[in-house]
């Protein structure tokens, strides 16, 4: 047993949706005789390797045989938008070597981690979820790469060669990690389960894909090499076609996104218990606005926004507003209060969908126990950004086609 695991001890337009069962690790059976697929498996093996040896190596030069574990953070310990003199600061070029010292040997960085106060030492995880090294889960690896590259201008000369080389191995580690389909599973190298699904939650594409096309796109990226550049521009095309293809229609109609979709059929599957497969409010707000900042979209999106943008118009809720206390969660009507959203709709009558921490589906909110009212988002309000958008995205369109007469 590798000393690693030891450590968890301490394609049709759109997606037909079914009733899916927790996602197994049977769908790679069906991609023996796909060349590319198997290519990507064994990358996936051959990293979770060497990440694993890395380790390995380490202890074997230790007294010790199980890793230990870093400091455990929220989120990752540094400040994701600081100012400039910030960024001049001895501060930041402390913090970068610690990030850097994070990267795993594969090229990602973990979750839940404090990258800040101490570089990582010899023995130690990479982060302190052993299922989540490394991962795209919680903002993880793209805040890293994003962090870096803002840092990068500010570092002084002696510092900038191993920044870059640590950028451009995240960013080959992003495009080893997309399916060959376009979409991205929730950690990479591939862990099984649910964590395999093409995932939309907590906003993994889209933030991988907008990564993608700044890489290919903004000057800050300009280091990086041409023909890496240009290879994250066609995969963020692949990403998007994906997600045109993984929209859900039911009954006919276009609605919007799951929050976990089926890596080859596309359709919706469950993750955790308490999540089922059901459409999502706000990572489908997120994909939505996506497709809103493509500069020629082509009739596919348009229809795809389209579609997505009369779903929320007819699933807000207006003049509500939601109140938590120690005794749960209760519902009150405000005037002009901010418009709300369910984070899940069920598959069939596209109704807000409750389910407890046990998997059992409840008619209300206030049907949950309170540990579950208070501790998960029920109700949000992130597809209002694309209500507000909408005008100025139609008015877009208008000027291009008055340009093109």
Do not use: C
Request: glycine share 4%; no cysteine.
């Amino acid at each position: 047993m590798f000393r690693l695991h030891m450590a968890v001890v301490a394609l049709s337009l759109v997606a037909e949706v079914f009733a899916a069962e927790p996602l197994s690790n049977s769908w790679r059976e069906q991609l023996t005789a796909e060349p590319e697929w198997q290519q990507y498996f064994s990358r996936s093996k051959q990293l979770q390797l060497l990440d694993q040896q890395q380790l390995d190596h380490e202890l074997s030069q230790l007294p010790q045989t199980v890793p230990t574990l870093p400091i455990r953070h929220l989120k990752f310990g540094f400040p994701t938008e600081p100012d400039e003199a910030f960024w001049l600061s001895e501060e930041a070029r402390r913090i970068a070597k610690v990030i850097v010292s994070f990267q795993t040997p594969s090229g990602g960085w973990s979750k839940r981690t404090d990258m800040a106060t101490q570089a990582r030492q010899p023995g130690q995880l990479y982060g302190t979820e052993a299922n989540y090294i490394p991962t795209f889960d919680n903002e993880a690896t793209s805040t890293q790469i994003l962090w870096l590259a803002a840092f990068l201008p500010y570092a002084p000369e002696q510092m900038r060669p191993e920044l870059q080389q640590a950028i451009e191995g995240a960013i080959r580690f992003v495009l080893r990690a997309q399916y060959p389909n376009g979409g991205f599973a929730q950690t990479y190298p591939l862990r099984g389960g649910y964590h395999d699904a093409i995932t939309l939650n907590d906003h993994v594409m889209t933030e991988l894909l907008s990564l993608l096309n700044k890489v290919a796109t903004e000057p800050q990226f300009a280091f990086v090499q041409a023909g890496l550049r240009h290879q994250a521009k066609r995969q963020f095309e692949l990403g998007i076609a994906l997600l045109l293809k993984a929209q859900i229609r039911l009954n006919g109609t276009l609605t919007v996104w799951a929050a976990q979709h089926h890596p080859l059929t596309l359709d919706a599957v469950q993750a955790r218990a308490y999540e089922l497969p059901a459409l999502v409010s706000s990572e489908s707000a997120e994909v939505t606005l996506l497709l809103m900042q493509l500069p020629e979209p082509s009739t596919a999106v348009i229809q795809s926004v389209e579609a997505a943008v009369a779903w929320f118009r007819q699933k807000q809720i207006n003049n509500t507003e939601m109140q938590r206390s120690d005794k749960g969660v209760r519902f009150v009507q405000k005037a002009g209060a901010q418009a709300l959203w369910a984070r899940f709709y069920d598959l069939d009558k596209q109704q807000p969908l409750f389910v407890d921490r046990d998997g059992t589906v409840v008619s209300s909110m206030a049907e949950l126990s309170i540990e579950r009212q208070q501790g998960y988002g029920w109700y949000q309000s992130h597809a209002e950004a694309v209500l507000k958008a909408y005008p100025g995205w139609k008015a877009m369109l208008a000027r291009d086609k008055d340009a093109h007469l």
